[in-house]
Nanobody
């Protein structure tokens, strides 16, 4: 059975950094051939994609929501079974519940933009990030 567990959330001030990590288990043999992503949802807002990652023939392919490019970095460690999200220069509008998602159909990540990454299953329970001014 596949499990995803997020960690690393918390409260920071604007301009600071946080690193989220998602521990994935249950993929056979590992996460190397999956589509992995981070999404977030703020209170009263729709869920939005943050970043996605896939490893294709040993090469990392990633997508980011345009507004986060340059500040957020997604990375996966296929051996450890982890998906990280390094978030720098955080802004108050980055406050949200962040969730990782994975899918065994890797082609769901091999799309044009982050907006096209959808319908991934399963999901983690999420972790809260709060950024104050």
């Amino acid at each position: 059975q596949v499990h995803l567990v997020e960690s690393g959330g918390g409260s920071v001030q604007a301009g600071e950094s946080l690193k989220l990590s998602c521990a994935l288990s249950g993929f056979n043999p590992n996460i190397a051939h999956t589509c992995l992503a981070w999404f977030r949802q703020a209170p009263g807002k729709e869920r939005e994609g943050v970043a996605a990652s896939a490893t294709v023939f040993g090469r990392a392919i990633s997508h980011y929501t345009d507004s986060l490019k340059g500040r957020f970095t997604i990375s996966q460690d296929n051996d450890k079974g982890t998906l990280d999200l390094q978030m720098n220069s955080l802004k108050p509008e980055s406050s949200a519940m962040y969730s990782c998602a994975a899918d065994s159909v890797q082609s769901k990540c091999l799309v044009a933009t982050m907006k096209d990454v959808r319908d991934l299953l399963p999901w983690g329970r999420g972790i809260q990030v709060a950024v104050s001014v």
